[in-house]
């Protein structure tokens, strides 16, 4: 066989698509975050049950669609053929627990079923042509619920319209801040490492060590750093119970 221009051709053509497939399926895999949720926790709750624990949200539907297919806990397509990618938040990528139960939880709310949209006016779409939004719900900002179950982590890409850190609650997997990360890796081998070994949540009045899982889930505009266990507990700070700061 002669390898002619069109086989050459060909070959860079399949390339190419391979390349671009490669690109799409790592898109946001690098937090490589999961959850411990059972994907049965809600299968026998009913919608307006969960719905009922949430305030209306203050996001503005600009525009409806009924979703055709979930990809994922964040990932949705509506009968447009538009895939919407919910704003300001991560959920566990397929293959990786918690997968199933954030893709369940999205299922329940969305398919089949007509969702509003509020795109993020200062980021319409990502580099993969999917519409960044909050999805609504009967008056619900699902991403918000996501957050607050515990399904997802906070995902923030400035510039956005929206700031997830409002919808977190003690719930709330927030990633750890390269702060904390330092801190961690650091503790066995340097002396220096009291410098923000601990972290304070203003709003339970509790405090953890760095390393704490607890503590790592802290919300942003929770957070305190104290450079020593004295410091924290003369502000009144309570030691968790789990590490024992
Ligand atoms: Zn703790």
Redesign the pocket.
Known sequence: MTITKKHVFSLLIILIIALGTISIASAYTGTGFTHDIPFSKYRDVSNSKILNKYDDTECHVEKTGVCTNVVDGDTIYLDSGEKVRFVGVNTPERGVEGYIASKNFVQKFCLNKKVGLDVDDSKHNDKYGRTLAVVIVDGKNLNEMLLKEGLAEVMYIPPSEFYPYHWANDSTHIPTSQHTYANTHSDSSSSSSDSGSYIGNSNSGKF??ST?K??QKTADHNRVYFKSRDLAVSQGYIP?K??N?
């Open positions: 953890h060590k704490c607890w503590g968790c789990v590490c700061p």
